[in-house]
């Protein structure tokens, strides 16, 4: 018999990071801007996991978004399961995650001009005139 003893961490954190911009103008321009950069993103990372530097590639996508506050190990917010959706209103950005770590998508928002609010739905169930995260 084997025994197995490993943390994970595979439960949702139903997290809510909201960006809120000066104006509907500002919050379009990030919401092209983050699809882009990820679009961009997707076309050149592979998927290997634990990463200590950035390939040309993914430097040259960073470099031509002027994107600069990225940590290498945080390019996996991106991608595989843990892609965000995305929800824009006016001026606000709403970004919905399953995942504890939000930190690439706080940094986009802050590089895009927003004040940020990051909150866990499971303390902070929506308003009754917001939709539930599915």
């Known amino acids: 018999m084997k025994m197995w003893n490993e943390y994970g961490a595979e439960h949702s954190s139903r997290m809510r990071v909201i ?3 000066k104006d509907a103008r500002s919050a379009a321009i990030a919401k092209e801007y983050i699809d882009n950069l990820i679009d961009n993103l997707a ?3 592979g998927m290997d ?5 950035f390939s040309e590639d993914i430097s040259d996508v960073l470099l031509n978004a002027k994107f600069h506050m990225l ?3 945080e390019i996996d917010q991106f991608f595989g399961e843990r892609i965000p959706s995305f929800d824009k209103k006016s001026d606000t950005l709403t970004l919905y ?3 504890a770590e939000v930190t690439a998508l706080i940094k986009l928002l802050l590089h895009k001009g927003a004040r940020v609010e990051v909150f866990s739905e499971n303390d902070y169930p929506p308003d009754e005139d917001e939709e539930e995260l599915e």
Not at 49 to 53: I, L, M, V, Y
């Open 97 to 99: 995650t399953d995942e």
């Open 49 to 53: 996991d634990r990463r200590t530097h």
């Open 19 to 21: 960006g809120k911009f």
């Open 43 to 45: 076309k050149v990372v």
């Open 71 to 73: 940590h290498p190990f």
